[in-house]
C-alpha cells in the first residue's frame, strides 16, 4: 500500500508507519492528506519556497509568473480571508527561476480563526516541499526613528500576547515539543537582505515585531509600552506563521511595511484604508528584497 502523501513526504512519518505508531490523531492527518492531494493535483511540482502577502501588499503577486491559481473557497479544510485587502488566492508559479507558491491573503486572530487555522497554510506549504517561507505584512512603528513607508527586516519577534500555535498536543511528525527559537529569522537570508538593499540604495530598518491579536489598533499608552518592551513595530500577523514554520524546520524571513506611527505627537486617527495605501505605496521595495532573495536562495 502506498504510504498517504503526508506521511511520505515526511521521513519521520514514514518511519512511524512502517512501525504502525501513527502519532498524528487520524482525524487531523486526513485533513492535511486531503489539502496536500488536492493541491498537488492541481500543481504538480513541489514549491521550494513559499511567500505570505500581508495587507495592501497583494500587488507583489504581479511579479510572480503564475502557472496555477487556487481560490481558498476550492481548498479542503482551508479557512477564508475576511479582510478587505486581501485576496484569498493560492498562487503557484515561477519567481527568479523558482518555483513558489504564494499566500495572497492570510488568516489572522481577530478573525475568529484559532491559532491552528491560521498556521494550516504554512504546514500544508512544508508538506508540500516548501524549504524557505518569507513573510511580509504591514505594521505600526513603534520605534520613534521611523516613518510611515520604512521597510524593516524582522531580526527577531516578540510573541507574547497571541495565542502559541503549538499548544495542544506535539506533532511529532512535525516538529520537537519544545522548539528552539534563537533564530526565528535566518541571519543568512537577512544579509542577503541587507545586500540586496545596498545594491539597489534604499534603506532597510531591522528590529524586532511584537504581535498583537488586534482587531483595534493600539491605545497611545499601549504603543508606549510596546516600544519600552524592546519592539520597533507592532502587528497583528506573522508570528504564529513564523513560529510553525520554525518548528518545522522551514528557514524563514520577514519582513515588516511601516502603515502608521503610534508614537506620536499628531492627534490623528489610525485607520485601515490609511495601511493600505502606505503598504501598497512602500511595496515596490518590498518585490525587489523579495525578488532578489528568491534568486539567491
Ligand atoms: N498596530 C497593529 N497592527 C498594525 C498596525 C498598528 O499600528 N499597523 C498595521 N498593522
Same mark, same amino acid.
Given at each position: 500500500m502506498q504510504p498517504p502523501v503526508v506521511l511520505a513526504s515526511l521521513k519521520?512519518?514514514?518511519? &512511524? %508507519?512502517?512501525?504502525?505508531?501513527?502519532?498524528?490523531g487520524k482525524k487531523t492527518l486526513k485533513k492535511f492528506e486531503d489539502t496536500v492531494k488536492f493541491l498537488q493535483e492541481q500543481y504538480p511540482h513541489p514549491p521550494q519556497v513559499g511567500i505570505v502577502l500581508g495587507? /495592501? !501588499?497583494?500587488?507583489?503577486?504581479?511579479e510572480i509568473i503564475i502557472e496555477k491559481e487556487v481560490a481558498y473557497e476550492d481548498i479542503p479544510h482551508f479557512? !477564508?480571508?475576511?479582510?478587505?485587502?486581501?485576496?484569498?488566492? !493560492? !498562487?503557484?508559479?515561477?519567481l527568479s527561476g523558482k518555483t513558489v507558491v504564494a499566500m495572497a491573503g492570510r488568516f489572522h486572530?481577530?478573525?475568529g480563526y484559532k491559532a491552528r487555522d491560521i498556521v494550516f497554510p504554512i504546514r500544508v506549504m512544508k508538506l508540500l516541499g516548501v524549504e524557505t517561507l518569507l513573510l511580509s505584512n504591514a505594521a505600526g512603528g513603534v520605534n520613534p526613528?521611523? @516613518?510611515? /513607508?520604512?521597510?524593516?527586516?524582522? &531580526?527577531?519577534?516578540?510573541?507574547l500576547f497571541t495565542p502559541n500555535p503549538l499548544i495542544g498536543k506535539n506533532r511529532a511528525e512535525f516538529g520537537p515539543r519544545f522548539p528552539d527559537m534563537s533564530e526565528p529569522y535566518k541571519k543568512h537570508l537577512i544579509e542577503k537582505a541587507r545586500a540586496i538593499a545596498i545594491l539597489h540604495n534604499f534603506v532597510l530598518k531591522e528590529g524586532v515585531y511584537l504581535a498583537v491579536t488586534g482587531p483595534t489598533f493600539e491605545t497611545r499608552a499601549e504603543y508606549q %509600552?510596546?516600544?519600552? %518592551?524592546?519592539?520597533?513595530?507592532?502587528?497583528?500577523? @506573522?508570528?504564529?506563521e513564523s513560529i510553525v514554520a520554525n518548528h518545522m524546520g522551514m528557514e524563514v524571513f520577514a519582513i515588516s511595511v511601516v502603515t502608521d506611527v503610534g508614537?506620536?505627537?499628531?492627534?490623528?486617527?489610525? @485607520?485601515?484604508?490609511?495601511?493600505?495605501e502606505a503598504a501598497r505605496h512602500a511595496e515596490p521595495k518590498l518585490a525587489t528584497i523579495f525578488k532578489e532573495l528568491v534568486a539567491a536562495i
Open positions: 519521520l512519518c514514514e518511519y &512511524k %508507519l512502517q512501525g504502525s505508531t501513527i502519532i498524528m495587507s /495592501g !501588499l497583494g500587488s507583489f503577486v504581479e479557512p !477564508l480571508s475576511t479582510v478587505e485587502g486581501h485576496k484569498s488566492k !493560492l !498562487l503557484f508559479g515561477k486572530f481577530y478573525e526613528a521611523f @516613518t510611515v /513607508g520604512d521597510i524593516m527586516i524582522i &531580526k527577531d519577534h516578540i510573541s %509600552l510596546i516600544h519600552t %518592551l524592546g519592539a520597533d513595530v507592532v502587528g497583528m500577523s @506573522t508570528v504564529q508614537i506620536r505627537e499628531q492627534d490623528n486617527i489610525i @485607520t485601515h484604508e490609511e495601511v493600505l
